[in-house]
């Protein structure tokens, strides 16, 4: 009979945010961003929460996608479209979503082509921030929500075409220092960005 031990390291359980309380908990690992280091992927709170290892035993959120309100599945795949970067797939409530990681964010791949641009600078920032996005049909009218790191939403946006923010939240207080993710989401399509604030 062995000895070995483990040691618990732990992440706050009050980063998986919603409105929803946790409902299955699945979850998967495997490396998504390509660097070797694979991730955690949590569902929890109709979310999936992505966390990295900060390398000292410590963990964080580094991205939310959106989950299904009902018998949600979270699943890393290994590299569908032979690209060298796992897949996020993401099931329940009678969809499948397939996301995958891209240096400003993690996109979902939908089947046909969309020409949705979702640019965020500058990057980093200090008191202003750009949010512009472009699609298909001009004048459309989109809602972004803009996430601080441990999941908590902070901004809720709607606009057509370009969005200049201060760095204040939905209380109009200034929002410290930090890694912020801006939102837009469909039922088709998530984008996500992150952006830096560094005063």
């Not at 706050?12 to 908990?25: E, Q």
């Not at 694979?38 to 989950?67: H, M, R, T």
């Not at 240096?103 to 921030?129: E, M, R, W």
């Amino acid at each position: 009979m062995h000895n070995e031990k483990f040691k618990s390291l732990h992440l706050s359980p009050n980063v998986f945010t919603g409105g929803s309380p946790w409902y299955g908990g699945y979850s998967d690992a495997g490396d998504l961003d390509g660097d070797g280091v694979p991730e955690i992927c949590v569902e929890a709170c109709q979310n999936v929460f992505i966390i990295k290892s900060a390398g000292d035993d410590s963990f964080y959120v580094w991205q939310i996608l959106g989950a299904n309100d009902t018998e949600p599945c979270v699943r890393v795949t290994s590299d569908l479209d032979a690209n060298g970067l796992n897949e996020v797939v993401i099931s329940g409530n009678n969809q499948t979503r397939i996301n995958e990681y891209e240096s400003a964010g993690v996109d979902v791949l939908a089947k046909a082509k969309t020409s949705l641009s979702l640019q965020v600078y500058p990057n980093p920032f200090t008191d202003k921030l750009v949010i512009s996005l472009t699609s298909q049909k001009p004048k459309s009218l989109f809602l972004l929500k803009i996430y601080d790191v441990s999941g908590h939403l902070v901004k809720s946006l709607s606009g057509s075409g370009t969005v200049i923010r201060s760095g204040n939240d939905d209380f109009n207080h200034h929002l410290p220092p930090g890694v912020y993710f801006v939102r837009f989401e469909t039922p088709q399509t998530i984008i996500t960005r992150e952006v830096v604030k560094i005063r």
